[in-house]
C-alpha cells in the first residue's frame, strides 16, 4: 500500500526495485516523488529522508545519480485507437485532428504556435510592401529558372545524402580525395582529405581548405556574397562556381561531418597527411605563426588553386551510378532529373536580358518569404501533426473493412466496434462470421482469453477439438486484418499481428468456466496467480462487451451465451473483495 500524503520523515527501504522484469536502482525521478513527501508544509521546517542499509552501504556515485540526476523526460501514451476513431467519426462537434493536437505528443510542436501566427502576420504584412518583379517578355521565363535552379539544388542534396550513407561513398572519401567543402565557414571551397577518423556519431574528415587570407578576409570566403553578386547564372547552377580568392590564397584545416561533403570529384592528390597536420598545428602557435609553410602544404595548396581556376564551375565528379555502384531507383531517377534541369537551365531566355540580375533578386526575395510563409501554414495546420498519417491509414482500414463509408459515416459493423474496449475489430469480424455463435458459454471464454492473455504460450494438446479449431479460426481472421493493415500502410507486420493473440491460457479458463476451483489450477499452467486472475478479470469485462454488441445487432442467442459466460467466471476468489479496498 502506498500512503499519498505528507510526513515529516520518509523511509526508504532499499534502493533496488523490481520493474516487472529485473532488478535495479530507483530512478532520479521515481526518487524525487516519494522523498518528496518529507516535511509538511507549515508544520516542518525541513523534511527528513533516511536511506535503510541492510545489505552493504551504497556507493557514492549511485547515490548521486539516483538524487541529483536528470529525471526521465515525460513520454506521451496517446495512441489512436479504432475504438477512438470511431467513436469520434460519430460526433460532430469534435475531430480527430483536435484530439491529436491537444495530445502530449503534440505539445512541443504547437508550443510555438503563437509566435508562428505573429511570424506570419509579419512576413504577410512585409510580402504586400515589396515591389513585384516583371517578368513579361525576355523574363518571362524568370520565375521558371528560379524553381528549376531550387529544385537542382534540392535533387543534388538528396543525391549527395545517398552517396555518404552508401559503403562505396565513404570508401571514396579517403586520404589524398579533392573534395567541394560547403559549410558555415565555407562555401564550394575545395579541399583535400588529409585523414579520416571515425567517432561515436560518424566518420570524421580532417580537410585542408582553400580560404582567404585573414586580412582580406570578407563577404566571399564565407559564401555571403552581396546579393547582385549572388544572382545564379547557367554556369553557376549547372556547376558548383568554386570559391576562388580575390587576394592572396591562404588555407586552413578543418574537420568536416559527411554533411559538409558538397560533392566528390574524380581528383586524387598526393599528399603526406600526418606531415600537413604537424606543419599547420605548430604554425598555429603564436611562437612559430609567421613561419612559411611546408613544401608539402604549399605544394597541396597550389594544386587545389590550380584545379579551382581550371574548372571555375567545379572539376568532374563521381558519378553515383557508374563509379560508385549506387542502383536505388532514387538516385538513378534523381542523376535524370537532374541532367533534365540542367538543360532547361541552360536553355532559359531571362538571363540574356540586361535586367536579369535586378529582377532575379526581387524575385528571389519574394519566392523566400512566401516559402517561409507557407512553412509556417503548414505548421500551424492538421497537416503536421505526427499522428495524421496512421490517422489516415487506420481509416482506410476501416473503409475497406466495411466499417465506415466513403464519406466517413460508421456503418453498423462500426458501430458494433464502438462497443468494445480492445481488440475492436477482431472481435467484430468473428461476430459477424458467426465463429462464436456455435460455441458454449465455457468455450467462447476460453477462447477470448487468447486476446487478454498478458503472458505468451501455446494453447496445449488436451483442449477439445472445437476449441482447437476455434483457436485456429481466431488466427486465420487476425492474419486478414492484419494484411488489411499492411496494404493499408500500417508499419505493424501481420506476425506482429497475430503474434499478439496469447492462447497459453486457454484451457485454465475453459477448466474455471467449468466450475474447477482455484487451487487446482496452478498445476495446469506455469502462469503465476496473478496473471491468471487478471485475465479472468478482464475477460469478464470483455464478454460483457460482446453482450452489447450482440443485442445491438439482433443476436439474443448470442447476447445470452455472452451472458452466461460472464456469469461462469464471476465466482470464488477471482472477484472476492479487495480487503484494501473493501
Not at 613544401?295 to 590550380?306: C, D, N, P, S
Not at 540542367?342 to 512566401?370: D, N, T, W
Request: charged share 25%.
Amino acid at each position: 500500500m502506498g500512503v499519498n500524503m505528507p510526513a515529516r520523515t520518509v523511509v526508504f527501504d532499499s534502493m533496488r526495485k523490481h520493474d516487472g522484469s529485473a532488478f535495479r536502482d530507483l530512478l532520479p525521478g521515481e526518487y524525487v516523488q516519494m522523498a518528496g513527501r518529507a516535511g509538511r508544509r507549515g508544520l516542518d521546517p525541513t523534511g527528513t529522508v533516511v536511506l535503510l542499509c541492510k545489505a552493504r552501504v551504497p556507493e557514492m556515485a549511485d547515490l548521486h545519480r539516483m538524487m541529483m540526476g536528470k529525471p526521465s523526460q515525460l513520454q506521451s501514451q496517446f495512441r489512436l485507437t479504432y475504438t477512438m476513431i470511431l467513436n469520434l467519426l460519430r460526433v460532430d462537434a469534435l475531430r480527430v485532428e483536435d484530439m491529436m493536437k491537444r495530445s502530449f505528443s503534440e505539445f512541443p510542436f504547437r508550443k510555438d504556435s503563437k509566435a508562428h501566427e505573429q511570424t506570419l502576420a509579419e512576413l504577410t504584412k512585409k510580402l504586400g510592401s515589396l515591389e513585384e518583379p516583371d517578368v513579361t517578355g525576355q523574363l518571362a521565363d524568370l520565375p521558371d529558372y528560379y524553381g528549376w535552379g531550387e529544385e537542382l539544388v534540392e535533387t543534388r542534396s538528396r543525391i549527395q545524402q545517398r552517396i555518404l550513407e552508401s559503403v562505396n561513398g565513404l570508401k571514396s572519401l579517403s586520404v589524398g580525395r579533392v573534395v567541394v567543402v560547403k559549410s558555415q565557414e565555407h562555401h564550394n571551397a575545395l579541399g583535400v582529405i588529409l585523414q579520416v577518423s571515425s567517432s561515436s556519431a560518424s566518420r570524421v574528415f580532417t580537410t585542408l581548405v582553400l580560404c582567404d587570407k585573414p586580412e582580406s578576409q570578407g563577404l566571399q570566403d564565407r559564401g555571403l556574397a552581396t546579393p547582385t553578386a549572388d544572382v545564379p547564372h547557367p554556369d553557376d547552377l549547372v556547376g558548383f562556381k568554386l570559391f576562388l580568392p580575390e587576394g592572396p590564397c591562404d588555407h586552413t584545416v578543418a574537420k568536416l561531418q559527411p554533411a559538409d561533403v558538397a560533392a566528390i570529384t574524380t581528383k586524387v592528390l598526393r599528399v603526406h597527411g600526418e606531415k600537413i597536420l604537424e606543419d599547420f598545428s605548430k604554425r598555429q602557435q603564436p611562437k612559430f605563426r609567421k613561419d612559411p609553410p611546408l613544401a608539402a602544404v604549399a605544394t597541396a595548396v597550389q594544386e587545389l588553386v590550380r584545379l579551382a581556376q581550371a574548372c571555375p564551375a567545379g572539376p568532374p565528379t563521381l558519378d553515383p551510378v557508374s563509379d560508385l555502384q549506387l542502383k536505388d531507383v532514387s538516385v538513378v531517377e534523381g542523376g535524370l532529373r537532374a541532367r533534365k534541369l540542367e538543360e532547361l537551365i541552360r536553355g532559359a531566355q531571362c538571363v540574356h536580358s540586361p535586367r536579369f540580375s535586378a529582377q532575379y533578386v526581387k524575385l528571389r526575395e519574394r519566392m523566400r518569404i512566401q516559402k517561409e510563409m507557407a512553412r509556417l501554414r503548414f505548421l500551424l495546420s492538421d497537416q503536421s501533426l505526427l499522428l495524421l498519417p496512421e490517422y489516415h491509414q487506420r481509416v482506410e482500414v476501416l473503409r475497406t473493412l466495411g466499417y465506415v463509408d466513403e464519406a466517413g459515416t460508421v456503418k453498423l459493423a462500426g458501430r458494433v466496434a464502438c462497443a468494445m474496449s480492445s481488440h475492436e475489430l477482431l472481435l467484430t469480424e468473428l461476430m459477424f462470421d458467426n465463429a462464436l455463435s456455435a460455441l458454449r458459454p465455457e468455450e467462447i471464454a476460453a477462447l477470448l482469453s487468447g486476446l487478454v492473455c498478458q503472458t505468451p504460450g501455446d494453447p496445449g494438446d488436451h483442449l477439445p477439438s472445437t476449441l482447437k479449431q476455434g483457436v485456429e479460426r481466431v488466427r486465420a481472421v487476425a492474419k486478414r486484418i492484419g494484411e488489411v493493415q499492411v496494404a493499408c500502410g500500417l508499419n505493424q507486420t501481420v506476425e506482429e499481428f497475430v503474434g499478439e493473440l496469447n492462447f497459453g491460457l486457454v484451457e485454465v479458463v475453459y477448466e474455471w468456466a467449468r466450475g474447477m476451483p482455484f487451487s487446482e489450477l496452478a498445476g495446469l499452467s506455469g502462469t503465476p496467480e496473478g496473471l491468471v486472475v487478471r485475465c479472468i478479470q478482464r475477460l469478464a469485462e470483455m464478454c460483457r462487451s460482446l453482450r452489447g454488441a450482440a443485442r445491438l445487432v439482433g443476436e439474443p442467442v448470442l447476447g445470452a451465451k455472452m451472458e452466461t459466460a460472464a456469469t461462469l467466471l464471476r465466482r470464488d476468489i477471482v472477484f472476492a473483495a479487495s480487503l484494501y479496498t473493501q
